[in-house]
Each structure stands twice: as structure tokens, then as C-alpha cells.
């Protein structure tokens, strides 16, 4: 027996991470729920939240938080607030809610072998293990990183009041629009040849350190192992990982008086074009921009230590705990265990917390591209794309279907969160077919369910986090 369909609201929108404590008041976001013939709601439509920040982006400016933020309940638009992020999921900070405002967390405990899986259920209790999000960047993100689940523990232990969550956070960001991020240390032989052609760089950085640093990478310019860490020459990685850990510990341990010093030096240098031979190259406007943003911020010299990864619509990055990064540019979906968990040390106005977070870091380096995901097709779909990073906490879809097309989605073995966020379609399961109304509307689906999307007459584009258990041979 076919049931009518109820509504849910996924959580409100955000700002970035680097600005909890100027969090605006919630904005509610909807999940909608569909029952079919089986028992249990398959295909809930939610209400996320958003939260607005000047680390996000304007409408104007093609914000996509801003875009799928303006149709939620009781959200109080504005076109000319940058909106920085949009949260899916039942982690405290910005729960989502169903339409009649029951918190999803709370629905999903009513049923929660039934909604989530007894799988799931058993190993993660009523809640979601991953933390859905969309994110428009139009300010650079903090220095930052997050920790594996024992710091996260003590930490949240000894600091509860700034890491509140005793979880780790690997994370992936996928990109909707061009994206831009540092993301993990180049390889050290280009930081070695950032420090002889950038002389501000290395006067922050020290001339014992950068001549130590220099010696060590050039006497062993030859081997991979200076290239990437992942290079099987194990004892000389690890030679090379103290290097450089000792080299950005001076960095971000640098006085505020000698960084302001060589960032003005270096800033000049580069409007005067002084700078035009010299390695910055195509990195010259990225300077200039994040001076803008972030005045003689030491953060400003992470340019030449940390890869700058370019991301097209539909490339993705995955980047595991303890690891350094910073988003710059773009609008992504991104997904992580769910933890609101960041170490700050640069690029931001908030809580640095420096010591710890040159002290987590596994100091893994190599080229940019080694951050890519290699997507594959999901099982047997025509037009649905899956990311499966290396942990158990979530895997998403992309699903691109041109006008007329559909795929089919075979039952997943754990429970989901599908956002709409492009084009008009149906969601369908069983006897039951939603068409979405608006671009940003969220689906919370079942464990079990199949699922088809189908295009009407336009491109419809959705991503779909969900978390699954293999079946037990």
C-alpha cells in the first residue's frame, strides 16, 4: 500500500568552518519523504541549513549556497549576503529537520534498523556517519586541518569548548564549478626552488633551515623519494618528511613582524613586476588575492609549500585526516565523517592553534594530481558516477542525465541524502514519483530503496552521499 508522501528540513546553510563564532540564526532546510509499498519512508525531501559569511559568495556572483538556500522555509533571503555553506545531516551543530520540523535525527531513531539499516544501526547507532555539505567559496578558507579520530579524542577531551567533536574527518569536495584549493605539500623539490628564487620566502623562513633544507633536497634531486612520499625508498621519505616539518614549523612559527615584513616585500615586488621572472608565474594574482583578503597574513607563503589543486566541474579531491589545506575558489559538494573538527593556522581572524597543528600533520607530499579521485560508473548505471574514497564513512553519486534519459539506481545497503542541483526530474521509487520543484531541494532515501531518476526537459543533475556495508559472503 502506497503512502502519501511527508516533508523533512535537512539543515540550515552555514558559514565556513573558520567562522563558528559568528553563525547567524539557522535557516531551516526541508527533507521530503516518500513511502512506497515497503514499510519504511524511502525518499524523504529535506530542508538543509545555510549560513551566511564573508568567506562565502553572493547570488550575483553565482553562488550556489545562495541559490539553493533562497527557496528554504522561513529563510530570510538576501542577494547581497555571501552564503558559505549548505549542511545535510544530523550532526548537532546545523541538524537538518523534516518539513513539519522533527529534527531527522529524532525520525531516524524511530525506525533506525528500518530507515538506516540494521548494519549501519549496529555499528553507528540513529545517526548519519557523514556530514553532507555544498559550499561557495569566494573568500580563502583558513590553514587548516583535521584530526584523526585519537587526536580527535583528546583533543575534544582536553578542549571540548574549541574541538567539539571526538571524530575524525577525512573529507572530499567535489567540484560544481571551477574550483581552486591548496591541498596537501608540493614536492619538496619545488619548495626547494621556491626558496631560491623567492627571497621573502626565505627570509621568513630562516637561513639555517633553508640552507639545511636546500642541501638535503639537492644532494637528492635524483631520487623519487624527493618527488613524492609514496616513493618505496622509505628511509628516505622519512628523512625528507622531518625536513620538511622542520621547515613549516618556522614558517607558521615565524614573528608577525617578519612576516608582514616579506609579505609586503614580496607584495610590492610583484605590482612592480619585479616579479615576472621569477616561479610565482600564474601564482602572482593568487598572491595578490589572498594579501587582499588576509593583509600580510603568513598563510600568504602556504602558496609555496602547498599544492594548488585545479578542479572542473565534476573532478574531485580527497584529502584524509591530518592533512593541510585551504579551499580558495569555487563551488563544491563535499562530504566527511561527520565532525566539525578544524585546526586553524593561517588565513583566518579565528583561534590558531599552530603548535597542534604542525605536530599532527603526516608531512605526505607529491605532485597535485596525486589529490584526484578516479571516479568509476556506479554498478550498472548508464549516467551515475561514483566516488569511493578510502574509508568507510561515505561514497557519493553523481547522477547527469540529459533530456529524456534515466538511471536506475539498484538498493543501497545503508541510508542516503540526494540534493538536486541542476535541471527538472522525477525521483521515483516503487509506486511513488517526486518531481522536484527547485534546484536544492534534499531527498533523504532509505536503506534498500531503489531509486530512479529521470530527466524532463532539461539536464538534471543530482549527488547523492550515502554510507553502505558490503554484504557478508
Given at each position: 500500500?502506497?503512502?502519501?508522501?511527508?516533508?523533512?528540513?535537512?539543515?540550515?546553510?552555514?558559514?565556513?568552518?573558520?567562522?563558528?563564532?559568528?553563525?547567524?540564526?539557522?535557516?531551516?532546510?526541508?527533507?521530503?519523504?516518500?513511502?512506497?509499498?515497503?514499510?519504511?519512508?524511502?525518499?524523504?525531501?529535506?530542508?538543509?541549513?545555510?549560513?551566511?559569511?564573508?568567506?562565502?559568495?553572493?547570488?550575483?556572483?553565482?553562488?550556489?549556497?545562495?541559490?539553493?538556500?533562497?527557496?528554504?522555509?522561513?529563510?530570510?533571503?538576501?542577494?547581497?549576503?555571501?552564503?558559505?555553506?549548505?549542511?545535510?545531516?544530523?550532526?548537532?551543530?546545523?541538524?537538518?529537520?523534516?518539513?513539519?520540523?522533527?529534527?531527522?535525527?529524532?525520525?531516524?531513531?524511530?525506525?533506525?534498523?528500518?530507515?538506516?539499516?540494521?548494519?549501519?544501526?549496529?555499528?553507528?547507532?540513529?545517526?548519519?556517519?557523514?556530514?553532507?555539505?555544498?559550499?561557495?567559496?569566494?573568500?580563502?578558507?583558513?590553514?587548516?586541518?583535521?584530526?584523526?579520530?585519537?587526536?580527535?579524542?583528546?583533543?575534544?577531551?582536553?578542549?571540548?569548548?574549541?574541538?567539539?567533536?571526538?571524530?575524525?574527518?577525512?573529507?572530499?569536495?567535489?567540484?560544481?564549478?571551477?574550483?581552486?584549493?591548496?591541498?596537501?605539500?608540493r614536492p619538496l623539490n619545488q619548495i626547494s626552488k621556491y626558496l631560491e628564487d623567492v627571497p621573502e620566502f626565505a627570509a621568513v623562513i630562516g637561513?639555517?633551515?633553508?640552507?639545511?633544507?636546500?642541501?638535503?633536497?639537492?644532494?637528492?634531486?635524483?631520487?623519487?623519494?624527493?618527488?613524492?612520499?609514496?616513493?618505496?625508498?622509505?628511509?628516505?621519505?622519512?628523512?625528507?618528511?622531518?625536513?620538511?616539518?622542520?621547515?613549516?614549523?618556522?614558517?607558521?612559527?615565524?614573528?608577525?613582524?617578519?612576516?608582514?615584513?616579506?609579505?609586503?616585500?614580496?607584495?610590492?615586488?610583484?605590482?612592480?613586476?619585479?616579479?615576472?621572472?621569477?616561479?610565482?608565474?600564474?601564482?602572482?594574482?593568487?598572491?595578490?588575492?589572498?594579501?587582499?583578503?588576509?593583509?600580510?597574513?603568513?598563510?600568504?607563503?602556504?602558496?609555496?609549500?602547498?599544492?594548488?589543486?585545479?578542479?572542473?566541474?565534476?573532478?574531485?579531491?580527497?584529502?584524509?585526516?591530518?592533512?593541510?589545506?585551504?579551499?580558495?575558489?569555487?563551488?563544491?559538494?563535499?562530504?566527511?565523517?561527520?565532525?566539525?573538527?578544524?585546526?586553524?593556522?593561517?588565513?583566518?581572524?579565528?583561534?590558531?592553534?599552530?603548535?597542534?597543528?604542525?605536530?599532527?600533520l603526516t608531512y605526505s607530499y607529491g605532485p597535485s594530481a596525486s589529490q584526484l579521485m578516479k571516479p568509476t560508473l556506479f554498478k550498472s548505471c548508464?549516467?551515475?558516477?561514483?566516488?569511493?574514497?578510502?574509508?568507510?564513512?561515505?561514497?557519493?553519486?553523481?547522477?547527469?542525465?540529459?533530456?529524456?534519459?534515466?538511471?536506475?539506481?539498484?538498493?543501497?545497503?545503508?541510508?542516503?541524502?540526494?540534493?538536486?542541483?541542476?535541471?527538472?526530474?522525477?525521483?521515483?521509487?516503487?509506486?511513488?514519483?517526486?518531481?522536484?520543484?527547485?534546484?536544492?531541494?534534499?531527498?533523504?532515501?532509505?536503506?534498500?530503496?531503489?531509486?530512479?531518476?529521470?530527466?524532463?526537459?532539461?539536464?538534471?543533475?543530482?549527488?547523492?552521499?550515502?554510507?553502505?556495508?558490503?554484504?557478508?559472503?
Amino acid at each position: 500500500m502506497a503512502h502519501k508522501p511527508c516533508h523533512a528540513k535537512p539543515s540550515q546553510a552555514r558559514a565556513s568552518d573558520d567562522d563558528d563564532d559568528e553563525r547567524p540564526a539557522p535557516t531551516k532546510t526541508t527533507i521530503d519523504q516518500a513511502r512506497d509499498t515497503y514499510p519504511r519512508p524511502e525518499i524523504p525531501n529535506g530542508q538543509p541549513n545555510s549560513r551566511a559569511h564573508p568567506s562565502g559568495s553572493i547570488w550575483k556572483d553565482g553562488s550556489k549556497v545562495a541559490e539553493y538556500s533562497k527557496h528554504l522555509p522561513d529563510f530570510q533571503y538576501d542577494e547581497n549576503k555571501p552564503y558559505a555553506e549548505l549542511w545535510m545531516g544530523t550532526h548537532t551543530s546545523l541538524p537538518s529537520k523534516l518539513m513539519d520540523g522533527k529534527l531527522l535525527s529524532d525520525h531516524l531513531s524511530s525506525d533506525p534498523a528500518q530507515l538506516l539499516g540494521k548494519q549501519i544501526s549496529d555499528q553507528y547507532g540513529s545517526r548519519l556517519p557523514f556530514l553532507f555539505k555544498v559550499l561557495a567559496i569566494g573568500k580563502a578558507l583558513s590553514i587548516q586541518a583535521h584530526p584523526d579520530r585519537q587526536l580527535a579524542i583528546k583533543l575534544h577531551r582536553e578542549r571540548p569548548d574549541v574541538y567539539k567533536d571526538d571524530n575524525h574527518k577525512p573529507e572530499m569536495a567535489i567540484a560544481i564549478t571551477p574550483f581552486s584549493g591548496f591541498c596537501g605539500f608540493r614536492p619538496l623539490n619545488q619548495i626547494s626552488k621556491y626558496l631560491e628564487d623567492v627571497p621573502e620566502f626565505a627570509a621568513v623562513i630562516g637561513e639555517e633551515t633553508t640552507n639545511r633544507f636546500l642541501e638535503i633536497i639537492t644532494s637528492d634531486s635524483s631520487q623519487p623519494s624527493v618527488a613524492s612520499s609514496t616513493s618505496t625508498d622509505q628511509a628516505s621519505v622519512k628523512k625528507h618528511q622531518a625536513v620538511l616539518k622542520e621547515l613549516f614549523e618556522k614558517l607558521m612559527n615565524a614573528s608577525t613582524e617578519s612576516v608582514t615584513e616579506q609579505v609586503q616585500k614580496l607584495i610590492k615586488r610583484i605590482e612592480s613586476g619585479g616579479g615576472r621572472d621569477k616561479p610565482f608565474g600564474s601564482d602572482e594574482e593568487l598572491l595578490l588575492r589572498l594579501n587582499d583578503q588576509f593583509p600580510d597574513d603568513v598563510g600568504i607563503f602556504c602558496a609555496f609549500v602547498l599544492n594548488v589543486v585545479q578542479l572542473e566541474p565534476g573532478q574531485a579531491a580527497f584529502l584524509q585526516a591530518d592533512e593541510p589545506h585551504a579551499y580558495l575558489t569555487g563551488d563544491i559538494v563535499e562530504c566527511m565523517a561527520s565532525s566539525d573538527n578544524v585546526v586553524r593556522a593561517g588565513l583566518t581572524p579565528k583561534l590558531r592553534d599552530v603548535p597542534t597543528l604542525t605536530e599532527m600533520l603526516t608531512y605526505s607530499y607529491g605532485p597535485s594530481a596525486s589529490q584526484l579521485m578516479k571516479p568509476t560508473l556506479f554498478k550498472s548505471c548508464q549516467h551515475t558516477t561514483l566516488y569511493d574514497p578510502p574509508i568507510e564513512e561515505f561514497s557519493v553519486l553523481l547522477t547527469k542525465l540529459s533530456p529524456g534519459e534515466q538511471d536506475q539506481h539498484p538498493p543501497i545497503n545503508g541510508p542516503s541524502i540526494l540534493i538536486v542541483t541542476q535541471g527538472s526530474g522525477t525521483i521515483s521509487t516503487g509506486g511513488q514519483e517526486i518531481a522536484p520543484k527547485h534546484e536544492g531541494q534534499v531527498y533523504f532515501i532509505a536503506a534498500g530503496t531503489p531509486v530512479q531518476i529521470s530527466a524532463k526537459e532539461s539536464t538534471f543533475v543530482t549527488y547523492r552521499a550515502f554510507v553502505e556495508v558490503a554484504d557478508q559472503a
